[in-house]
């Protein structure tokens, strides 16, 4: 099984310029993230799918749109990239039960910079 | 939001010694998870461990949800124990708030 799939692994934005980040699971989990990681922190939620349909807003959302394809799909789009936004973004998706995940696990990670 | 801190930031040690890494956070939780960064950055779940005691071969972890900590052991490190750990709550839902991580370096 392949996991979490994230691509791509590394970019370079111009201030202004807009993208999009990609993200696939295998594991038939309902629930997806997206996180970013700055130097010397831990990770922040920027949105979440709770499940097929739905995407709700996370710790920092600011400046970041997404959109739940499928159940397998979760992309995140930037639509005019800040310098602010330079960081290592992460995928990652689980199986929500009650009031709990299970199987939490993560893609290996976009190191985007912008300029 | 729920506080949670981690503690050393850092860590260096020799190869074959313990350490314990200490993780409080200010409110009561649904789930506690410890995770492992390699230094090529994959982030990997070592527990889920919302209370009592895990192990793990050389890891094992304890959370006290009472008195609100959890508690990562490792034992006879490694090399390959080098990097960082994070410990992560879930409050409401599955999102996680993540600790700030300890940098764990091992030295041959």
């Known amino acids: 099984n392949a996991g979490v799939t994230q691509t791509p692994k590394f970019q370079v934005l111009k201030t202004g310029q807009s993208m999009t980040l990609q993200c696939a699971q295998d594991?038939?989990?309902?629930?997806m993230y997206w996180y970013r990681q700055d130097p010397g922190m831990g990770l922040r939620l920027i949105y979440y799918?709770?499940?097929?349909?739905?995407?709700d807003k996370g710790e920092v959302p600011n400046g970041y749109n997404v959109s739940r394809l499928n159940k397998r799909e979760f992309s995140l789009r930037l639509e005019s990239a800040a310098p602010s936004q330079t960081s290592v973004y992460f995928c990652a998706s689980s199986r929500t039960g009650g009031v709990k995940s299970y199987g939490y696990t993560f893609g290996s990670g976009t190191r985007l910079t912008v300029v | 939001g729920i506080q949670v801190e981690q503690s050393p930031p850092d860590l260096i040690l020799q190869e074959g010694a313990n350490s314990t890494l200490r993780c409080n956070f200010s409110d009561s939780v649904n789930n506690l998870q410890w995770f492992h960064q390699n230094p090529w950055g994959q982030l990997i779940n070592l527990f889920y461990?919302?209370?009592g005691t895990k192990q793990n071969g050389r890891l094992s972890a304890t959370t006290v949800a009472t008195e609100r900590y959890s508690l990562l052991y490792i034992s006879s490190s490694q090399t390959t124990d080098s990097g960082v750990y994070f410990c992560?709550?879930?409050?409401?839902?599955?999102?996680?708030?993540f600790g700030e991580g300890t940098q764990l370096t091992v030295n041959p």
């Open positions: 594991m038939n989990h309902n629930s």
């Open positions: 461990i919302p209370s």
């Open positions: 992560a709550v879930e409050t409401s839902g599955s999102r996680l708030t």
């Open positions: 799918s709770a499940s097929e349909g739905t995407t």
